[in-house]
DNA sequence: AAATTTCATGTAACCGGTTACACCATAAGA
DNA sequence: TCTTATGGTGTAACCGGTTACATGAAATTT
């Protein structure tokens, strides 16, 4: 790395001490106008760039916040992180992201990479939650030892009761979703569902399971499928259901790529959406959305959750000792047709 | 922030100097292994964890890589930031997410911000390349100023041949894409793209023209778009275009927001695609491809992309002196039905 | 006019690592 | 056995900022 100008230099060029220059910096203190103007324009001829690294190591403190998600690629992160950015930027501080591909050990590398760097702040949506209960209490220790406010994001852990979260309240969600069908008529509903060991999958099959309860129309175990919210599973399982002789005239596919591997499923058999049986998705799919083709699906607002996120963050950061804050988010049925 | 172990306290718990604590923890020296054993074993138990602003500080060097992209929520980039991370990991490098939202302001902001940082290289994708003349010298400035390895992502930029880069030979796609219809039959053909200012316009503007004069077809202006890359404009552009009384019987929409907003028009008319007009898009939209619904599209893979970006950038950082490599990837015709 | 406050700035320690250099003990070579 | 390499370790300077404290001059108060 070739040689950068430092305090130092601007502060010789300038006659001063380097704490003069340092306060210009900062403006942490009274500067004679003309001894600032002076040093200003000597750092900018310099091109001057103050390190970070030596800031921060002084400080004690950096401006740094770290991003923890299972999957930079899905839409759904994609908007988050869109979110977190626009926040972030107008607060100064630098993002570190991290993809932890749903993998515990990745989320473990991300987590002491970041302690390394003093984070200021990290969001962090742990990955796959059905991790063993030993990867669970090191990534809870990982999570203490970081010494800096944590904001949890869309998947609740056990750790949660001592940070800030945000969340969407997908039981609601699911709850309303499984009655609207059932409101329409429909009384055989499959669910495109991961396994129970997630939260996430829980609370989903507790809105389902309290719809039809309600409704009093008893569940077909065959009706449901506990996977991954992964396509390919879901598409495998759909082509199962859709080939069942007395099979559902209705699915709720639980997330963005269930929801993808039940349309595929479906269009390969040459049937059609709504017309040949209908669905409701949770989480928008843009390209449905747009062209108008009567997808019905649970909206939750990603971008949002992103702003949130970084918005509880900067609180917690601006005030340690503010109560625990939990945002739960709700989401909005989006029903053209079922 | 509370106060973490430092290698002094390691190293007084030891009963040894820091340096050797150092030789430890960067295995830069023989240490014997009795002392090192009881070292470690320290580190351990204290929880460890050496402050990476110091060492970037004494080492003037980090191992912070810089990304900044245009759109962290298009799926193109978010497959580009998959690729990215996935070789990141491996390397040990941390990175540093930008969104610069197609913002020149933002770009220069990113950068001031990375080079305070002193990040050991850049993968960079230009904010909109129709920045004025002064803003892109603005730019190259900084990026010059940066003094660290930088590699152009996606959109080449004027100060190009300083700089490895990875693009898509967008013109030959369009080329071909084109060359395809005509073959089809098609000669009344649509082109949706963005002002020629930038240079992805113009590459793909090429391909289009070079196929329909190799062919003598006649290009109708009317039938080409000059917009942006955004849905909306592509939307309403191609509201009046499937209006006209004497329309286009295909279409090239030059990218994938530019496919939806085509689409949108067309479903909103009732139209089906292939059936009652052709298109053809620049990159793939998930939720077509995956329901098999005949969507005709030039496949760029962007994961491939970022893993090249990311290639680039570590051998340039192994060997500096290493010739310019520029890499350019070969988009693939997914054709169904035209 | 003397005492006190305020402004502008310098001095020096500190943050937590890395590393050139020096040193001693031991092993290898002459 | 004496010299010479080598292994293991300590000392201290350095990286580039921040900041508590001190100081002198100017402004304000009494």
New interface residues.
Partial sequence: ??K?FTINDIAREAGVSKATVSRVLNESASVKPETKERILNIMKER?F?????????SR???NTIGVIVP?????F???I??GI??IA?QN?Y??????S?DSAE?DK?AL??L????VRGLIYTPAVDYTTKEQQITINKLLR?L??PIVIMDRPTDSLEQYDGVFFDDEKAMYEATKALIQAGHTKIGLLNATMDRVLARGRYKGYERAMNEAGIPMERRYIFEGDYR?TKAYHFSKKLLSMEDRPTAVLACNNRTS?GF??A???RGERLSKDIACIGLDR????E????KFNYIERDA?QMGRHAIRLLNDRIACPQKPLEQVILTPVLKIHNL
């Fill in positions: 790395m070739p950068e091109n760039s103050p390190s970070a690294a030596a800031r921060d190591l004690q403190q950096s999957e930079v690629d899905n839409p992160f994609g908007e992180l869109r950015t626009e930027d100064n630098m993002l570190v992201c991290c993809n591909d990745k590398k002491l990479m302690k390394e760097h003093r030892d010494n800096a396509m993808l349309l595929k479906l269009y390969e799919i843009e390209a449905f747009i062209i108008n083709n971008n």
